[in-house]
């Protein structure tokens, strides 16, 4: 009787995995992005922003958004916002377009955004996040209790959900604004990318992570001093890749990127996105 359980009990879960196996699209895309208010997104999108987007580029919502009729876990067409229920354009929206745009037909692009405006990558640090909140500003606590309290918890929980529906290649970062001149920022990102790696039972080699750079001291980026130690990343993390920010236009704050910043460097992460994964840039 005993045996005929156990092989009852093998063969449901043989089945359990096949269908999860069969269920799970090889072509469908999966992204995940993180970091501050330019990942985030800080600029108001535009009409050109929100009309035509392809159903085929998707956003895992990782927080409930009544008034926008979506709710957390599930996938909807990527019309901005992409982070949270009223943040604004991201470089998230332009990679995802520009992707399809030079992706088979049959590619499906899914972006999960997970971002906090003003945080330091330690909110990220999943075994010290928590004493980095306590002393936190209560306007960043507030947008932290909208993730449960713990961002890097909420993005590997969607990131679970998302690889049910199809394959995680890459992992979009932008941060360093608040971590300015640390020496140490590459170590930091290093656990979070790491940590990432090991929770989703990801291959490092298979699944690069890509880094923009802060607003260009072209721009008068009053944080471009950072981008000296975003260009060493790659010494830290062999699959590290820096997405250049150079000529790409900013708000008035000097700070953030305006609308059309934004698209221009979404952009340049697709494209060099596509080129890890085998394709050129043709649009």
């Known amino acids: 009787m005993k045996k005929k359980r156990l092989y009852f009990l093998v063969v449901i879960n043989l089945l359990i995995t096949g269908f999860n196996a069969f269920s799970q699209d090889k072509n469908f895309y999966i ?9 985030e997104g800080n600029a108001r999108f535009e ?16 927080v409930d958004c009544p008034d926008l009729g ?3 876990g599930n996938w909807y ?5 992409l982070c949270r229920c009223r943040t604004g354009l991201t470089p998230v929206d332009y990679f995802g377009r520009t992707m399809l745009a030079n992706l088979p037909e049959k590619a499906r692009v ?12 330690e909110l990220f640090d999943k075994e010290h996040y928590e004493s980095y909140v306590t002393t936190a500003p209560d306007w960043l606590k507030n947008m932290v209790k909208e993730y449960d309290g713990n961002p890097y918890g909420r993005l ?4 679970k959900l998302a690889q049910k529906d199809g394959v995680i290649k890459g992992i979009l970062l932008h941060q360093g604004e608040s971590n300015t001149n640390d020496s140490l920022w590459t170590k930091k990102v290093k656990v979070v990318y790491d940590n990432l790696i090991k929770d989703l039972h990801l291959k490092a080699k298979k699944v690069p992570l890509l ?8 721009q008068g980026g009053i944080c471009a001093s950072m981008n000296k130690i975003i260009a060493t990343l790659p010494k830290t993390i062999k699959n590290a890749h820096i997405i250049s920010s150079g000529g790409c236009t900013d ?17 340049r992460y697709a494209v060099k996105m596509l080129s890890l994964m085998g394709y050129s840039f043709k649009q």
């Open 31 to 39: 992204f995940l992005s993180f970091g501050q208010s330019n990942m």
């Open 156 to 159: 590997v929980e969607m990131a």
């Open 251 to 267: 708000a008035a704050d000097n700070l953030h990127f305006n609308a059309a910043g934004y698209r221009e460097l979404g952009k």
């Open 47 to 62: 009409p050109q922003d929100t009309l035509n987007v392809d159903k085929r580029f998707q956003v895992l919502e990782a």
């Open 77 to 81: 067409t990527a019309v901005p916002p």
């Open 70 to 72: 979506r709710s957390k």
């Open 110 to 121: 899914g972006v999960i955004n997970v971002s906090v405006g003003g945080c330091k990558i």
């Open 211 to 218: 880094a923009g750079e802060t607003v260009n001291a072209d």
